[in-house]
C-alpha cells in the first residue's frame, strides 16, 4: 500500500465516516455505493486534496468513476501530480 492509500484511507476513516458507521475503510471499500461519499462529504475530500495534498482537481475529472474507491482515487491523484 502506497503512502498515498494510506493517507486517503487514515482521512476518509476519520473525517468522513460518521460515529456509530460500522465502516472500515480500506483501498477497496465501494464509498459511492455504500453511500459514504455524498456531495457534503466529495466536497470534503476534495478540499483535502487541494489543501492538504496540493492537488487541485478539475472538473473534468468529477466523474463518479474516479471516485468508486480509494485505490481510484490515489490513481487520479497520481495522475494528476505527474502532469
Same mark, same amino acid.
Given at each position: 500500500?502506497?503512502?498515498?492509500?494510506?493517507?486517503?484511507?487514515?482521512?476518509?476513516?476519520?473525517?468522513?465516516?460518521?460515529?456509530?458507521?460500522?465502516?472500515?475503510?480500506?483501498?477497496?471499500?465501494?464509498?459511492?455505493?455504500?453511500?459514504?461519499?455524498?456531495?457534503? +462529504?466529495?466536497? +470534503?475530500?476534495?478540499?483535502?486534496? +487541494?489543501?492538504?495534498?496540493?492537488?487541485?482537481?478539475?472538473?473534468?475529472?468529477?466523474?463518479?468513476?474516479?471516485? +468508486?474507491?480509494?485505490?481510484?482515487?490515489?490513481?487520479?491523484?497520481?495522475?494528476?501530480?505527474?502532469?
Amino acid at each position: 500500500m502506497t503512502e498515498l492509500t494510506e493517507k486517503l484511507i487514515a482521512f476518509i476513516q476519520d473525517n468522513l465516516v460518521q460515529d456509530g458507521d460500522d465502516l472500515t475503510i480500506d483501498a477497496t471499500t465501494p464509498l459511492l455505493a455504500s453511500g459514504l461519499l455524498d456531495s457534503l +462529504r466529495t466536497a +470534503r475530500l476534495l478540499n483535502y486534496l +487541494r489543501k492538504d495534498l496540493g492537488v487541485l482537481v478539475p472538473a473534468a475529472k468529477l466523474d463518479p468513476e474516479n471516485f +468508486r474507491d480509494v485505490a481510484t482515487i490515489a490513481a487520479m491523484v497520481t495522475e494528476l501530480e505527474s502532469v
